[in-house]
């Protein structure tokens, strides 16, 4: 079966870190765009990062840039994101996608069609 399985969410408080994981079984990544996609409730879903398949170029959204960092690591089949300083407003569902032959910039972009979605990992920030 080929599928995209997050892990790594929680609840945690402000000002903590999360990492998050998206492994893919039934296919390889390597040849992947991967990106992190979250959507809060009666918000629309918004790219948060994303990576290029060989893992030089890199995306982020203006709200997580200098928190969040993405990282692949191909012979683990498996992206990361670490989230640091995580507010509030990082409380949403987070889903990774999978995208053959994408750019970065493609595959932040909620409007272009993905391979691969997983079935999304819950994060809450609150006190």
């Known amino acids: 079966q080929l599928q995209l399985v997050e892990s790594g969410g929680g609840l945690v408080q402000p000002g903590g870190s999360l990492r998050l994981s998206c492994a893919a079984s039934?296919?390889?990544?390597?040849?992947?765009?991967i990106g992190w996609f979250r959507q809060a409730p009666g918000k629309e879903r918004e790219g948060v990062s994303c990576?290029?398949?060989?893992?030089?170029?890199?995306s982020y959204a203006d709200s997580v840039k200098g928190r969040f960092t993405i990282s692949r690591d191909n012979a683990k089949n498996t992206v990361y994101l670490q989230m640091n300083s995580l507010k509030p407003e990082d409380t949403a569902l987070y889903y990774c996608?999978?995208?053959?032959?994408?750019?970065?910039?493609?595959?932040?972009?909620?409007?272009?069609?993905?391979?691969?979605w997983g079935q999304g990992t819950q994060v809450t920030v609150s006190s």
């Open positions: 996608a999978a995208a053959y032959g994408l750019t970065v910039q493609s595959m932040c972009d909620t409007g272009r069609g993905k391979d691969y």
């Open positions: 039934g296919f390889t990544l390597d040849y992947y765009a």
């Open positions: 990576i290029s398949y060989s893992g030089r170029s890199t």
